[in-house]
């Protein structure tokens, strides 16, 4: 495993992270607990030394499995997670809407105590905000409670998890400029837009990055094609067959990418996201061994040829060939992944 330090944190995390969301909610397939706390295990017995969650993540249940998983090895490893949603609030069944946020310094104070208490620590070393709007970021009295956590010693450092469909752009900028709060994007070779802006404004302030959804929730990792379908409580069965059709369009064009690298196209996919060196980490989404040991394997590529980086500028910037970019939404807000439709 190879490590970069999350710029504007003294926080040294492993390129490859471990996105806790995967074995703790059913949005990816439904995982025994015994058999994501055996995943994470061996994630650090990889060297994964970062692992991001959240407390909406299976309402609690995603810190908890951390915890679990981590029991009496606390200093080994790096804890990210989230906090914004009211838990108590119910969401309707049957989807994954978002639940109503919260931004108040008493709200703040008590999501931070819960998530200690589930995670059974004593301090989160990167606290983020769940997918903020930019009132949120905005809020003084917000980032004061925070600065009080800091000052507590609950919380290491502070940073912010850009979502999609809340406008991003302008939320993105603002955490990374103004607040000078780490962010993590969402960024992939099918995704780029608006990653690039942060990555660029990120550079410019010193302020690290860390990105999810390197595989573009599954499209880059050479698994799936147009007859693919997907379990009833898999988030991607709520998308329409017209947006794998497309997709596929466009992953179909990236041979020249994937075809006699010394990697696999899941590898490959990983490595081009670690290209900017202001990316810290990459949170993969794992649920068997096999395919967490390929994507932590992409470490050890080469760095991708700077002609095929110029010949994929030149195909993003076309869309692919098939029109105009596609409105960025999506329905699974607190799992922070894109939904094209």
């Given at each position: 495993?190879?490590?970069r330090?999350?710029?504007g944190?003294?926080?040294?995390v ?12 059913n ?10 706390i ?21 309402a ?12 009496g ?5 790096i ?33 931070c ?17 769940h ?17 009080d ?7 290491r450092?502070?940073?912010a ?33 608006p990653?690039v802006a ?31 379908k ?17 997709s ?8 020249f ?17 670690l290209?900017?060196q ?10 068997e ?6 994507f ?33 939404k999506?329905?699974?807000a ?8």
């Open positions: 495993m190879k490590y330090e999350l710029a944190t003294d926080l040294n492993s390129e490859i992270g471990f996105g806790v969301w995967s074995v703790s909610t949005w990816w397939g439904e995982i025994p607990e015994e058999d994501g055996s995943l994470m295990r061996h994630a650090l017995d990889l060297g994964v030394n970062f692992f991001d969650t959240g407390d909406a993540y299976g609690g249940y995603g810190e908890e499995i951390l915890g679990k998983a981590f029991d090895v606390r200093d080994d490893i804890i990210g997670t989230k906090f914004g949603y009211d838990l108590e609030a119910p969401r309707e069944a049957g989807t994954h809407k978002e639940r109503p946020q919260k931004w108040d310094p008493e709200f703040v104070k008590k999501a105590e819960s998530s200690l208490r589930r995670l059974g620590t004593d301090r989160i070393d990167f606290y983020q905000l997918n903020p709007r930019l009132t949120a970021l905005e809020s003084d009295d917000t980032f004061a409670a925070l600065e956590l800091r000052d507590d010693g609950k919380v450092f502070v940073g998890a850009i979502g999609p469909d809340i406008g991003w752009t302008e939320e993105g900028l603002y955490a990374i400029k103004h607040r000078r709060a780490p962010a993590q994007i969402i960024y992939n070779v099918l995704e780029q837009d990653a942060f990555i660029n404004e990120a550079e410019t302030e010193g302020v690290g990055l860390l990105s999810r959804v390197p595989h573009a929730s599954g499209l880059l990792d050479g698994k799936y094609n147009r007859e693919t997907f379990d009833a409580n898999d988030h991607r069965s709520f998308r329409k067959q017209q947006w794998l059709d497309k596929m369009t466009k992953v179909e064009q990236l041979d990418l994937y075809d006699d690298k010394s990697g696999t196209m899941a590898q490959t996919s990983i490595k081009f996201v290209s900017p202001i990316i810290a980490s990459v949170l993969v989404t794992a649920t061994k096999s395919q967490l040991e390929e932590c394997g992409a470490v050890d590529m080469p760095d991708l040829p700077v002609d095929d980086l110029e010949r994929l500028t030149t195909l993003y910037a076309d869309n692919f060939g098939v029109g105009e970019k596609d409105r960025i999506s329905s699974v607190e799992g922070g992944f894109v939904a094209v439709k």
